[in-house]
T-cell receptor, first 109, second 113 residues
Framework: RKEVEQDPGPFNVPEGATVAFNCTYS??????FFWYRQDCRKEPKLLMS???SGNEDGRFTAQLNRASQYISLLIRDSKLSDSATYLC??????????FGAGTTVTVRA | DAGVIQSPRHEVTEMGQEVTLRCKPI?????LFWYRQTMMRGLELLIY????????DSGMPEDRFSAKMPNASFSTLKIQPSEPRDSAVYFC???????????FGPGTRLTVT
């Protein structure tokens, strides 16, 4: 089983819609979690950190469910500029970040 | 604020040549990571340093790969000799401390012909 698993998508949504997707992780001892976004041919960029049960930053909301070992990301009022690949990242106790393969989101006009 | 700086941004070389990738982490960050990304394998951690000391190099694919961090503001990843299957984007990332958020450089796109 992979350490971090994501639905690859793609999620194709119209502008203004809400899109949400999950990520599951295998290590129950994982302590911290992050969402990164990666645009085509660019580096991953930190979107938000998730240290407790969840986090909200503007149109983006991340929720953590430790019992079921998943993290979700919800994007409200999606913009064309939200089109990207979203990487779920889990910090295990060995301090190495485990990256999911990414979920592709495409927002259309 | 200067982010992580990597050079070169693009490198095209012939099989068998030595390749050296360079990274300058964010000032004040104690941890540095080297990753490789390909379409087939995604993002792979190669090696990471804490306070300039290599902590885990289990991701380094072969002895042809080596990495150094002679001081807190500079690291190199060397491939000698290079092979076509080494073609990938190599990212350097740094974090304030181990386990904290990592910030990535723009990457070096390596093509070995």
């Amino acid at each position: 089983r992979k350490e971090v698993e994501q639905d690859p998508g793609p999620f194709n949504v119209p502008e203004g819609a809400t899109v949400a997707f999950n990520c599951t992780y295998s290590n129950s001892a994982s302590q911290s979690f992050f969402w990164y976004r990666q645009d085509c041919r660019k580096e991953p960029k930190l979107l938000m950190s998730v240290y407790s049960s969840g986090n909200e930053d503007g149109r983006f909301t991340a929720q953590l469910n430790r019992a079921s070992q998943y993290i979700s990301l919800l994007i409200r009022d999606s913009k064309l500029s939200d089109s990207a690949t979203y990487l779920c990242v889990v910090n295990n106790n060995d301090y190495k970040l485990s990256f999911g393969a990414g979920t592709t989101v495409t927002v259309r006009a | 604020d200067a982010g992580v700086i990597q050079s070169p941004r693009h490198e095209v070389t012939e099989m068998g040549q030595e390749v050296t990738l360079r990274c300058k982490p964010i000032s004040g960050h104690n941890s540095l990571f080297w990753y490789r990304q390909t379409m087939m394998r995604g993002l792979e951690l190669l090696i990471y340093f804490n306070n300039n000391v290599p902590i885990d190099d289990s991701g380094m694919p072969e002895d042809r790969f080596s990495a150094k961090m002679p001081n807190a503001s500079f690291s190199t990843l060397k491939i000698q000799p290079s092979e076509p299957r080494d073609s990938a984007v190599y990212f350097c990332a740094s974090s304030l401390r181990l386990g904290y958020e990592q910030y990535f450089g723009p990457g070096t796109r390596l093509t070995v012909t």
